[in-house]
């Protein structure tokens, strides 16, 4: 949360950029910060499979992906570790094979598939009982990798070399309207004023800057070693 805890993942090969998993480990810690400076540990929870978490409210949304089906998708629990609703499952109607990423905006979630290559878009005005608005078909299987949303529009990094820029302002109907290319392997993506950062999965590539100012038509500006 944004001012008295916070929570760190440890994904232990439970990232989709790890083709060959043994084992889908992950946990939760939690930190308490009422002095900032301080941190003190709370709490560690395995949770198998996690790939993200993020807080709104009082709940955690966290995405998760698994060799078993009913592992995969978006989970919503309290800050106790109670599950109060998921969205879960392989193909239609849900489409959450090897959820990666999700970040929650208003009464949605927009959550990216790994597996198949899928931006879903789930209604979360009633946490107890979400359901999925709709699916739209990106690109390839294996590919996207992360998710962030900016006003009206949803900005998906893709490992085999894209940023997608998806118009989500009406989350019943999503729609691509813009593909860059050029990137090597784009893993996680953030924003600052009106640039994307985008970080390169592989040893000894840069770190990318992207100017976003309109929506429609996007370019590189810089990279950087890092």
């Keep these: 949360t944004a001012t008295t805890e916070i929570y ?5 090969d439970a990232l989709p950029i790890c083709l060959s998993v043994p084992s889908l480990g992950g946990y939760i810690t ?9 941190p003190i540990l709370s709490n560690v929870s395995s949770m198998p499979g996690i790939s993200a978490i993020s807080t709104y409210g009082d709940l955690l949304y966290t995405t998760r992906w ?12 309290d800050h106790d570790y109670v599950l109060q609703d998921s969205l879960t499952g392989a193909g239609s109607p849900n489409y959450m094979s090897m959820a990666v990423g999700g970040v929650r905006d208003g009464d949605y979630s927009y959550v990216v598939s790994y597996a198949e290559g899928r931006l879903n878009i789930v209604n979360v005005s009633d946490p107890t009982n979400i359901v ?3 699916s739209l078909s990106i690109t390839a299987a294996l590919d996207l990798a992360s998710v962030i949303k900016i006003g009206d529009y949803c900005y998906l990094t893709g490992t085999l070399g894209n940023l997608y820029t998806v118009d989500v ?6 729609s691509l309207v813009d593909t860059l290319g050029g990137f090597t392997t784009p ?6 004023e009106n640039c994307c ?6 040893t000894g590539t840069p770190l990318s800057i992207v100017d976003i100012s309109d929506p429609d038509s996007r370019s590189e500006e810089h990279t950087s070693e890092l």
């Design 132 to 134: 999925l608005a709709s």
């Design 8 to 12: 760190t993942l440890s994904l232990h």
């Design 197 to 202: 950062y985008i970080n390169e999965l592989d």
């Design 187 to 192: 893993g996680l993506v953030a924003k600052y």
């Design 30 to 38: 939690r930190f308490h910060l009422d002095n900032k400076a301080h």
């Design 66 to 77: 698994s060799l078993t089906s009913a592992l995969n998708g978006l989970f919503i629990y």
């Design 169 to 174: 302002s009406s989350p019943s109907s999503p």
